[in-house]
């Protein structure tokens, strides 16, 4: 079954809203509050600087997600573009979805002249681990550290 790919528009949030509060319940045993997902996720769509969701198709039914966001590197002098919010339906999973996806985004990042791709994941997550890593992708040699400010939840 053919995979269609395309950006998101801000009609397609409350898929990605359902998307994003499945894949933390899935994956962290996270429940995430659907009213500031959809803040931020109609944030981002309405505007390009915060990021981009890349979705895909399959018979006109959205069945994958995938988040860019951007981070500058002045070592590199070049954009990293940071992977964030896949998800694939359990429908859709092992059909090669994500790897569209990922070959999706990779074609773009190249193609505006980005320096490469980078996601983080949860240390638990081999499935989708080993996902990445035969994408050719390898794990960093950065570990990653957060400061989440509670009482900022809006920005």
């Not at 018979?59 to 966001?69: D, P």
């Not at 059909?95 to 569209?100: I, P, Q, T």
Request: aromatic fraction near 12%.
């Amino acid at each position: 079954m053919t995979i269609d790919l395309r950006p998101a528009s801000v009609d397609d949030c409350a898929t990605i809203v359902r998307f994003n509060c499945a894949m933390a319940l899935e994956t962290e045993e996270l429940t995430l509050d659907p009213r500031t997902i959809a803040g931020g996720v109609e944030r981002l769509l309405r505007d390009p600087s915060r990021g981009l969701y890349f979705l895909a198709e399959r018979s006109g039914h959205v069945v994958g997600q995938l988040m860019i966001t951007r981070e500058w590197s002045d070592w590199r002098n070049g954009w990293w573009w940071w992977i964030q919010s896949v998800y694939v339906a359990p429908r859709a999973r092992r059909e090669g979805v994500y790897a569209s996806l990922y070959r999706h985004a990779r074609s773009e990042a190249e193609a505006v002249g980005a320096i490469g791709l980078r996601l983080y994941v949860d240390r638990d997550n081999t499935g989708a681990r080993a996902t990445y890593k035969a994408m050719g992708m390898r794990q960093s040699r950065y570990r990653f550290y957060e400061a989440e400010f509670s009482d900022n939840k809006e920005r």
